[in-house]
């Protein structure tokens, strides 16, 4: 099953944008409030590990890491509702709240004000959970014959609503584990990790600074929510370059690379996954999976065959066969090394699954 992101925020903040970069889809952005279409799409995870491992093997095919991104249309004050149910079930946030100055792009509220801007979605997402909350304590209320599990649900719900109240995330609720257990079928917003995006402009990005900007770190850090800047309008422009011409216009930037090459690996590390790799001509192919993984249950993301069979692993750190340029070589310093079931599967290893069925 796919891991499941969503981006929110104000309306034209670059929402869409962001989408179509980390999509590379083509859905129409405009400087005017009014999308009602929720847009959905799959997402790669840029690793220059693939592009190694694709010089070395020639493969048939190339497959990075995915997952799936939701866009949702800007939520305006108290009106968030409804649009905030399309990202119910989803894994992390993307919240982009706006720093860039446009004249021509009207700020919904009359001003920039990133902080402002944050902690009114995140008010809309106190009370969309409240409003969840609030619903299924009616509905049991309602109900004549109360079960013993919907009685633990409730209390459950009671201490949600006490949080909620008194505005503080599901996260910083103090729920037991039982609680949440009764609770996993809610679907809490303000459980989610969050990642805040701060779209700003050319000149910022040159200064490095934006309006707000420690004010919004500020913010962050109390909260423990990760903070990217980048310029959606720029990384517009650069990906509709050419490669060559893109490597020439980063480097005249002084950019290392595209700002949202960095946010979907901030996004991937939020949601705690690593990436396991296999490599052949064939296929080479990046596999996301649960940091603390053991080594049986990543072979199982291949097939239920090779968990079920499962004998060894044959593992090759990544590093090791970029310093070296040569399998063979790699195994001739006893490098690769045969591991068990129990062994827990670090990001960038090279496996090579030995199973019997």
């Known amino acids: 099953m796919a891991l499941i992101c969503g981006i929110i925020g104000l309306p034209l903040v670059g929402k869409t944008t962001l989408f179509n970069l980390l999509t590379r889809a083509e859905e129409e952005t405009s400087a005017y409030v009014g999308r009602t279409k929720t ?13 190694f491992l694709a010089n070395l093997y020639h493969p048939r095919k ?14 305006t004050r108290g009106a968030g509702t409804a649009f905030l149910s399309a990202v119910r079930e989803v894994d992390a946030l993307i919240h982009v709240v706006r720093a860039f100055r446009n004249e021509a792009v009207l700020h919904v509220e ?8 944050l902690e009114m979605i995140n008010a809309e997402l106190l009370l969309a959970d409240l409003q969840l909350v609030e619903t299924r304590l009616e509905r049991i209320a309602a109900s004549k014959k109360v079960k013993s599990e919907v ?4 209390e459950a719900l009671q201490h949600c609503r006490e949080a909620l109240e008194a505005e503080r995330p599901l996260l910083e609720a103090d729920l ?18 969050m990642i805040i995006v701060v779209n700003i402009d050319e000149e910022q990005l040159r200064t490095g600074h934006y309006g707000g900007e420690e004010e919004v770190a ?10 990217l800047t980048l310029c959606a309008e720029l990384e517009a422009e650069i990906a509709r370059l050419e490669p060559a011409d893109r490597e020439v216009f980063l480097q005249e930037m002084g950019i290392d690379e595209p700002g949202v090459a960095r946010l979907a690996r901030a996004i991937y590390r939020r949601l705690g996954l690593i990436s396991f790799l296999t490599a052949g001509e064939d296929e080479v192919r990046a596999w996301p999976i649960k940091e603390g993984t053991v080594a049986r249950a990543a072979a199982g993301k291949i097939h239920s065959d090779i968990e079920r069979g499962f004998i060894r692993a044959e593992v090759v750190n990544f590093n ?5 340029g ?9 490098l690769a090394r045969l591991e068990g079931k129990e062994y827990i599967v670090q990001d960038g290893d090279i496996i090579n699954f030995r199973f019997n069925v």
């Open 320 to 324: 090791d066969l970029a310093r070296l």
């Open 326 to 334: 040569d399998m063979n070589k790699v195994k001739e310093k006893g």
């Open 110 to 117: 009359g001003n920039l004000n990133p902080v402002r801007d």
């Open 62 to 75: 190339v497959t990075p890491a995915t997952l799936e991104v939701i866009d949702v249309p800007g939520l």
């Open 176 to 193: 037991a584990d039982e609680e949440w257990q009764v609770l996993r079928h809610m679907g809490f917003l303000t459980t989610r990790p």
């Open 218 to 227: 500020a913010y962050a850090a109390e909260r423990g929510i990760p903070v």
């Open 151 to 154: 009685l633990a649900e409730r």
């Open 39 to 51: 847009n959905i799409r799959t997402a790669s995870i840029p690793d220059p590990r693939l592009d």
